[in-house]
């Protein structure tokens, strides 16, 4: 009696450790039946995981390619092909390894162009890595989290003032084609200084030349030395397209997990869909609406879970998200752009009627939110953006009248000067950007209606004039409005004794 219980023991405790090695007991090994277009099925591998990683054993016993696992099914398994380089065949042998997919990362990677499987493509040699980081993970759950309360400042001042991003924040960017969508996540990774924010761009089947013209953006304007750009091409398999959001998250989490600061754009995940799109029909899963499979929305839904600001028990570090999805004509209710819209905290919106206009940033105020990003503005901001909201939604009811401008009653009017002039000062050229501290100078200038008396098209001119005379002022208001955050009655003194002369200047 005491024997076979100490066998079975026995037994149970052999199983055990086969488990902690590889978190299961047995290993798999079975054959392709069948390959093409990226795609591999194969029987025999009863016990696969799901996004397990799976080796393809060449006929010296060397492992030739790789797999991942994305369908179980009752016979078979359908696995994605990760390293195309060699050739796959039927009849080819694979074993089960037990790992989930990772990535290498470590400080190393910071200024690199890398695959969606963390290979270096940019010619610079090999990435030191520290760790591996698996593509897919649980996200921090709310104990891990704590709110969003400090800014990421993206240096564009319709941004910054009225659809504010804190750390830690998913925030959507959407728009039709050549709208600026890119533009403003350039910008804002470019607005990052070094140290302080590590920037992840992951550009998603976009043409080889237009990443080799944003990769040299960055170098010109000396951004590339605090940014990760993880890329998976038009040329590119569609897994790698359909992996690269989750390896780049996956070098996120690393510094995340160092208590430091990531932003992470996606673009965009428009095209991603697709790619898994192309994958889930590939894979003969059953396709729903717009051919996308049912489970696209836990796609992103799962990604984007993943951005959050850790509490300080947990690192205190943060990842915000950038996800930019591309509209066919405007069409922000279609499948992809309803879910994804869902999933973040907020959607810049960006018109093309305005970019045409030479609205640029072509910001659609009305339909543009932030849903936790004001918690993380400083006080002057939150001050000023407060009346510039008011002043742009008079605006906006009362622009329909503009037309008639003869017959109107003295307030309308002013409503409406007003209006025009808050307007100009949200245009921003691309690259150029602007200290917090600036922002609200400008548009506290606006809107205390200093400029209605400059003829439109010399308010720009004139806030330049205004920023200029405050950076020579011995008083330094920019530097004290900096360091205070708030408008204290020194500050607003010295803006107002500021102003005067520039508005002399620029009425004719
Ligand atoms: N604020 C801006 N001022 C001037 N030009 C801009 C601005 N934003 C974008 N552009 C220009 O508009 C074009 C399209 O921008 P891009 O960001 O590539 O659009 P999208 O990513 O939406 O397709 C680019 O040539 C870019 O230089
Ligand atoms: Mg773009």
């Known amino acids: 009696m005491a024997d076979s219980s100490t066998a079975i023991l026995r037994d149970i405790e052999a199983a055990m450790t086969g488990i902690e090695k590889t978190g299961r007991a047995t290993m798999n090994v079975g054959t392709i039946l069948e ?3 990226g795609i591999a099925r194969a ?32 016979m078979e398994v359908g696995l994605v092909l ?7 065949n039927e009849g080819d042998t694979v074993k089960t390894t037990g790992t989930v997919l990772s990535v290498p990362a470590g400080n190393g990677i910071i200024g690199r162009v890398v695959d969606a499987l963390g290979r270096p493509i940019d010619g610079k040699g090999a990435v030191k890595k520290e760790k591996d980081m698996p593509i897919e ?56 200084k070094p140290g302080d924010v590590v920037c992840i761009y992951t550009a998603i089947g976009q043409r080889a030349n237009k990443l080799a013209q944003l990769v040299q953006v960055l170098e010109e304007h000396n951004s590339l030395n605090h940014t990760i750009i993880v890329a998976a091409t038009a040329n590119d398999p569609a897994s ?9 998250t996956a070098i996120g989490e690393y510094f995340m997990g160092l208590g430091k600061d990531v932003l992470l754009v996606y673009d965009d995940l428009s095209k991603h869909a697709w790619s898994y799109r192309q994958l ?15 489970d696209v929305f836990y796609l992103h839904a799962r990604l984007l879970e993943r951005a959050a600001r850790l509490s300080k028990d947990f690192g205190g570090g943060s990842m ?4 930019i999805i591309e509209t066919q004509a405007s069409d922000v209710s279609a499948y992809i752009p309803t879910n994804v819209i869902s999933i973040t905290d907020g959607q810049i919106y960006l018109n093309p009627d305005l970019f045409y206009a030479g609205v640029r940033p072509a910001i659609d105020v009305g ?11 400083i006080p002057a901001m939150k001050k000023v953006a407060g009346s510039l909201r008011l002043s742009l939604a008079q605006y906006r009811a009362l622009e329909a009248f503009a037309q008639f401008a003869s017959d109107l009653e003295k307030e309308t009017k002013e409503q409406l000067d007003r209006g025009r002039r808050v307007t100009e000062i949200l245009k921003q050229k691309q690259h150029e950007l602007a200290p917090v501290e600036e922002q609200v100078a400008i548009i506290w200038a606006a809107t205390q209606g200093y400029l209605d008396t400059v003829p439109v098209e010399k308010v720009l001119l004139a806030a330049d004039a205004f920023l200029n005379a405050l950076k020579t002022n011995k008083d330094k208001p920019l530097a004290s409005l900096a360091k205070e955050k708030t408008l204290t009655d020194d500050i607003v003194s010295n803006l107002k004794s500021t102003i005067g002369s520039i508005i002399e200047e620029h009425q004719a």
Do not use: H
Request: aromatic share 2%; glycine share 10%.
């Open 35 to 37: 390959v093409g277009d």
């Open 43 to 74: 029987d025999g591998l009863s016990d696969a995981m799901a996004s397990e990683v799976v080796d393809v054993i060449d006929n010296k016993g060397n492992v030739k390619a790789q797999g991942l696992v994305m369908n179980l099914e009752m």
């Open 82 to 88: 990760l390293d195309q380089e060699t050739p796959v």
């Open 137 to 192: 993970c649980v996200a921090p759950g709310v104990i891990a989290r704590q709110p969003v309360s400090v800014p990421l400042q993206t240096g564009i001042r319709a941004i910054d003032a009225l659809v504010p991003i804190g750390r830690g924040q998913r925030e959507l960017i959407i728009g039709d084609r050549g709208v600026g969508k890119t533009t403003i996540a350039i910008d804002t990774i470019m607005n990052q």
């Open 240 to 248: 790698m397209q359909f992996l690269a959001p989750y390896a780049a």
């Open 280 to 294: 889930s029909i590939l894979l003969r899963r059953p396709s729903g609406r717009e051919a996308y499979p049912g």
């Open 320 to 323: 915000t998200a950038l996800p």
């Open 367 to 377: 339909l543009s939110v932030s849903r936790v990003g004001g918690n993380a503005q």
